[in-house]
């Protein structure tokens, strides 16, 4: 199957600064992208779907100014945490399809500590 | 809305099989995925299903039954390793992302 990259895989940083996190398809062209996140024994909830050259649509509840998403190029996501917070840590995974209604690929996850 | 319900949480034997529902109501259906998911890791894909019936791959099986919005993931000769969270998710409609169940949490004990 395809290959769908993210970095890094664990990130520790501080409370108020900010913190990227990149999402790459290898072997594929993604123009749309989608960005989850995870709390400990909880499902995937969908935060926004990244599209390549356009503004990302983000879902309810989750702040656009401060979750910032970038979609530069058809192979390549990120997600920039701004002014983290302890509660913003959570367990990050994008994902990433060829086309539509085909399998969703997804990245190895960010664990993102807030210290 | 979209919802989809599957059980919290299951326990099941090793060597033995397990069946996970799940009952979906979305705006639309454009197929049906089953996820495994590890702790702490990123969910890998086990199946797909868009039309009525039952998707054999090993030991783990899919059905799909549409007039019902009901599918199931069958997992035969179960293994330590087989204790993880699946994750049912459909697609709605169009270029829509995934929409995921909470997952079911199966252990397998000796």
């Known amino acids: 199957g395809a290959v769908v990259s993210q970095h890094p895989s664990r990130v520790i940083c501080k409370s108020g600064t900010s913190v990227k996190i990149e999402c790459r398809s290898l072997d594929f062209q993604a123009t749309t992208m989608f960005w989850y996140r995870q709390f400990p024994k909880q499902s995937l909830m969908l935060m926004a779907t990244?599209?390549?050259?356009?503004?990302?649509?983000?879902e309810q509840g989750v702040e656009k100014d401060k979750f910032l998403i970038n979609h530069a190029s058809l192979t390549l996501s990120t997600l920039t945490v701004t002014s983290a917070h302890p509660e913003d840590s959570s367990f990050y995974i994008c994902s990433a399809q060829q086309s539509s209604n085909t399998e969703a690929f997804f990245g190895q996850g960010t664990r993102l500590t807030v210290v | 809305g979209q919802n989809i319900d599957q059980p919290t949480e299951m326990t099941a034997t090793e060597g033995a099989i397990v069946q996970i529902n799940c009952t979906y109501q979305?705006?639309?259906?454009?197929?049906l995925f089953w996820y495994q998911q590890h702790a702490g890791e990123a969910p890998t894909f086990l199946s797909y299903?868009?039309?009525?019936g039952l998707e054999e791959k090993g030991r783990f099986s899919s059905f799909l039954s549409r007039s019902k919005g009901y599918s199931y993931l069958l997992l035969k000769e179960l293994q330590m390793k087989d204790s993880a969270s699946y994750l049912c998710a459909v697609y709605a409609s169009g270029n829509t992302p995934l929409v995921f169940g909470k997952g079911t949490r199966l252990s397998v004990i000796a």
């Open positions: 990244s599209n390549e050259g356009s503004k990302a649509t983000y």
């Open positions: 979305t705006s639309g259906f454009n197929g």
């Open positions: 299903n868009v039309l009525d």
